[in-house]
């Protein structure tokens, strides 16, 4: 028998005397049958060959079958749908989908108490820095107003004292308080330098510039000339160049702080801003509790002097009195250094300015030998594949026994959901 | 006549005669399906009537979502597959139907070239054949029991029947009379 009989093939033809063809196609197949002698033959044979598989016949069930089964069925405890389970196992019998979701949601539910602790704390950490940088911009802001046209400040105090926040100004009021006492107490007679009084946030300004010029020789005499003009000076200074490269300037300017933004102004449209930053620092605490040390150490200098001047006694007291005396001077210099170096720093800003010249490399310059580039290219092609692999491993490594574990705990629930889905959406 | 769903789902509601008139129409077709293709007559007692059992054990959980037919021959397909794993596991090739129990004295002369032929089929294509043939099921039901897409059971159909056939026409085909 061939194995294909014209257009119908055998097996289709099976199919048809099965009667498990579609309509369309059955009508197809039953109209070629009634004309093709040759499937004709083959469908009596086919035919023919089911009803001699016929002939294999067993016996007949067994009469216990039935008798144990009609015993079951009249022994068998009906509960019509809808009665009441009084057995208090099968009243809470539940499908097995129900039992598989409720075990999914015990897992997540797992999961998330224990990330759940670690996200907060995440959180909290979160908002903890951003509370902090909110309180460092604002504190910035009060003391750091925004760059104003030249002029904008007048006199030696500057005018961010009316920004003050609470905090300033009641550390200000405290310090004053200090600051009269100590004055009350015998400091305002005493010689050498003496504090005035604390009238406003003294702030210690810094700015730093980074400037690239094209004319590298006319924008460094351009910023000395703008820092000279304001009574600045140049605290240090360093400038330098590298064969063949670009030439480098950097100078830390003291420039009075009042003008400091004056200065600012100016140096910025000489070259082109590659980065630029100001500070500021609050020192007024700083300020007043070393005039009010400053004022106490007086005191007891002077005490000690109308001590020497007026009493009498041994010579080894005497010489004792000499050497507190000496020592109460000694801090009280070293407190005035400190304060005029404080008053400094707060009547002089530091203004940081980097010059860079602009360079462009020599079109004389031997460009990499293609053999160079080829190594270096391989080079880099290997470190970039171990770079790769060591990747690769410190994330199986980081992530692998995570996923290890997940998988063995998901693994039954999930084969079990997709036997279900696969049995429900399988056909009938 | 009410139709098999109809009687399970009145047995769900109560009825226990309409769990016998579906014991009565599967009896003889459920004995057959494990007699064919266990040796121990037995055995095949057991297994039915365990199938029977177990519909009435399931009976809260059944769902009219597929024929009762298919139904019925899903748990007892399991319990056949239950039964080879368990001889399996002690070593008696029960299943082999070569091995079964020597032909019954009423067996016919075909009846015994029948049984000695199926012996030679691949299994997965003689289960079909036997599904098929000796339980009318059709292929959907074939596929829906054994969990392979319908052409596979069509194809693994048509090559039994040509592999058997041959094998009858080859070797006995002259004794029970099929035509070459």
């Given at each position: 028998?061939?194995?294909?009989?014209?257009?119908?093939?055998?097996?289709?033809?099976?199919?048809?005397?099965?009667?498990?063809?579609?309509?369309?196609?059955?009508?197809?197949?039953?109209?070629?049958?009634?004309?093709?002698a040759?499937?004709?033959?083959?469908?009596?044979?086919?035919?023919?060959?089911?009803?001699?598989?016929?002939?294999?016949?067993?016996e007949?069930?067994?009469?216990?079958l039935?008798?144990?089964?009609?015993?079951a069925?009249?022994?068998?405890?009906?509960?019509?749908?809808?009665?009441?389970?009084?057995?208090?196992?099968?009243?809470?019998?539940?499908?097995?989908?129900?039992?598989?979701?409720?075990?999914?949601?015990?897992?997540?539910?797992?999961?998330?108490?224990a990330?759940?602790?670690?996200?907060?704390?995440?959180?909290?950490?979160?908002?903890?820095?951003?509370?902090?940088?909110?309180?460092?911009?604002?504190?910035?802001q009060?003391?750091?107003?925004?760059l104003?046209?030249?002029?904008?400040?007048?006199?030696?105090?500057?005018?961010?004292?009316?920004?003050?926040?609470?905090?300033?100004?009641?550390?200000?009021?405290?310090?004053?308080?200090?600051?009269?006492?100590?004055?009350?107490?015998?400091?305002?007679?005493?010689?050498?330098?003496?504090?005035?009084?604390?009238?406003?946030?003294?702030?210690?300004?810094?700015?730093?510039?980074?400037?690239?010029?094209?004319?590298?020789?006319?924008?460094?005499?351009?910023?000395?000339?703008?820092?000279?003009?304001?009574?600045?000076?140049?605290?240090?200074?360093?400038?330098?160049?590298?064969?063949?490269?670009?030439?480098?300037?950097?100078?830390?300017?003291?420039?009075?702080?009042?003008?400091?933004?004056?200065?600012?102004?100016?140096i910025?449209?000489?070259?082109?801003?590659?980065?630029?930053?100001?500070?500021?620092?609050e020192?007024?605490?700083?300020?007043?509790?070393?005039?009010?040390?400053?004022?106490?150490?007086?005191?007891?200098?002077?005490?000690?002097?109308?001590?020497?001047?007026?009493?009498?006694?041994?010579?080894?007291?005497?010489?004792?009195?000499?050497?507190?005396?000496?020592?109460?001077?000694?801090?009280?210099?070293?407190m005035?250094?400190?304060?005029?170096?404080?008053?400094?720093?707060?009547?002089?800003?530091?203004?940081?300015?980097?010059?860079?010249?602009?360079?462009?490399?020599?079109?004389?310059?031997?460009?990499?030998?293609?053999?160079?580039?080829?190594?270096?290219?391989v080079?880099?092609?290997?470190?970039?594949?171990?770079?790769?692999?060591?990747?690769?491993?410190l994330?199986?490594?980081?992530?692998?026994?995570?996923l290890?574990?997940?998988?063995?705990?998901l693994?039954?629930?999930?084969?079990?959901?997709?036997?279900?889905?696969?049995?429900?959406?399988?056909?009938? | 006549m009410?139709?098999?769903?109809?009687?399970?789902?009145?047995?769900?509601?109560?009825?226990?005669?309409?769990?016998?008139?579906?014991?009565?129409?599967?009896?003889?077709?459920?004995?057959?399906f494990?007699?064919?293709?266990?040796?121990?007559?037995?055995?095949?007692?057991?297994?039915?009537?365990?199938?029977?059992?177990?519909?009435?054990?399931?009976?809260?959980?059944?769902?009219?979502?597929?024929?009762?037919?298919?139904?019925?021959?899903?748990?007892?397909?399991?319990?056949?597959?239950?039964?080879?794993?368990?001889?399996?596991?002690?070593?008696?090739?029960?299943?082999?139907?070569?091995?079964?129990?020597?032909?019954?004295?009423g067996?016919?002369?075909?009846?015994?070239?029948?049984?000695?032929?199926?012996?030679?089929?691949?299994?997965?294509?003689?289960?079909?054949?036997?599904?098929?043939?000796?339980?009318?099921?059709?292929?959907?039901?074939?596929?829906?029991?054994?969990?392979?897409?319908?052409?596979?059971?069509?194809?693994?159909?048509?090559?039994?029947?040509?592999a058997?056939?041959?094998?009858?026409?080859?070797?006995?085909?002259?004794?029970?009379?099929?035509?070459?």
């Amino acid at each position: 028998m061939s194995s294909s009989l014209h257009f119908i093939e055998q097996e289709e033809l099976m199919a048809y005397l099965d009667c498990e063809l579609p309509t369309e196609r059955a009508a197809e197949v039953g109209a070629h049958l009634e004309q093709c002698a040759e499937c004709q033959t083959w469908a009596v044979e086919s035919r023919a060959f089911s009803g001699q598989l016929l002939a294999w016949q067993v016996e007949p069930a067994p009469k216990s079958l039935t008798e144990h089964m009609t015993a079951a069925i009249a022994g068998a405890e009906l509960k019509p749908q809808g009665s009441g389970d009084s057995s208090p196992i099968r009243r809470f019998a539940l499908p097995n989908w129900v039992w598989a979701t409720a075990g999914g949601v015990f897992l997540l539910l797992l999961v998330a108490a224990a990330a759940i602790p670690n996200l907060l704390r995440s959180r909290e950490a979160a908002n903890t820095r951003a509370s902090l940088n909110t309180y460092s911009q604002q504190r910035a802001q009060e003391y750091l107003p925004p760059l104003r046209p030249l002029g904008a400040y007048s006199g030696a105090s500057p005018s961010w004292g009316a920004k003050a926040g609470p905090l300033p100004e009641m550390a200000n009021q405290e310090l004053m308080n200090t600051a009269n006492m100590a004055k009350a107490q015998g400091g305002a007679g005493a010689p050498g330098v003496t504090a005035p009084p604390v009238t406003g946030p003294m702030i210690v300004r810094t700015a730093s510039l980074k400037l690239l010029t094209k004319d590298f020789d006319k924008t460094r005499s351009a910023i000395e000339e703008v820092v000279q003009r304001h009574q600045g000076y140049s605290a240090q200074l360093v400038a330098g160049s590298e064969p063949n490269g670009a030439r480098t300037f950097s100078a830390n300017f003291r420039v009075p702080a009042d003008q400091l933004d004056a200065v600012i102004a100016e140096i910025k449209p000489l070259g082109h801003v590659e980065q630029e930053s100001q500070g500021a620092e609050e020192v007024t605490e700083q300020y007043a509790d070393l005039a009010a040390r400053l004022s106490n150490a007086r005191r007891t200098e002077q005490t000690v002097l109308d001590l020497l001047q007026k009493r009498t006694g041994e010579l080894s007291d005497v010489l004792a009195v000499e050497q507190e005396l000496a020592r109460v001077r000694e801090q009280i210099e070293s407190m005035e250094a400190q304060l005029k170096n404080l008053q400094g720093r707060v009547t002089y800003a530091t203004l940081r300015v980097e010059l860079r010249e602009e360079y462009k490399a020599e079109l004389a310059m031997t460009p990499p030998s293609i053999g160079g580039r080829l190594r270096n290219a391989v080079v880099e092609g290997y470190r970039n594949a171990v770079d790769s692999l060591v990747g690769l491993v410190l994330f199986l490594l980081n992530v692998g026994p995570f996923l290890l574990l997940w998988a063995l705990i998901l693994f039954l629930p999930a084969r079990y959901l997709w036997r279900k889905l696969r049995a429900a959406t399988k056909p009938q | 006549m009410m139709t098999d769903e109809q009687l399970m789902l009145a047995f769900q509601s109560g009825s226990k005669e309409a769990f016998a008139e579906l014991f009565g129409r599967y009896r003889e077709p459920i004995y057959g399906f494990f007699r064919r293709r266990l040796e121990d007559a037995a055995r095949a007692e057991e297994l039915a009537q365990e199938t029977f059992l177990a519909v009435l054990r399931a009976m809260t959980r059944y769902e009219p979502r597929a024929l009762f037919r298919t139904y019925l021959y899903g748990i007892a397909f399991m319990q056949l597959m239950a039964e080879r794993r368990k001889n399996a596991q002690q070593r008696l090739a029960i299943f082999d139907i070569g091995a079964m129990d020597p032909p019954a004295a009423g067996d016919t002369e075909v009846a015994v070239a029948l049984r000695q032929a199926f012996e030679k089929l691949e299994p997965a294509e003689r289960e079909v054949l036997m599904l098929r043939e000796y339980e009318e099921l059709s292929y959907a039901e074939i596929a829906a029991l054994q969990r392979v897409p319908i052409n596979t059971v069509r194809s693994r159909l048509f090559r039994a029947r040509l592999a058997l056939r041959d094998l009858l026409v080859t070797s006995r085909g002259a004794r029970l009379g099929v035509k070459e």
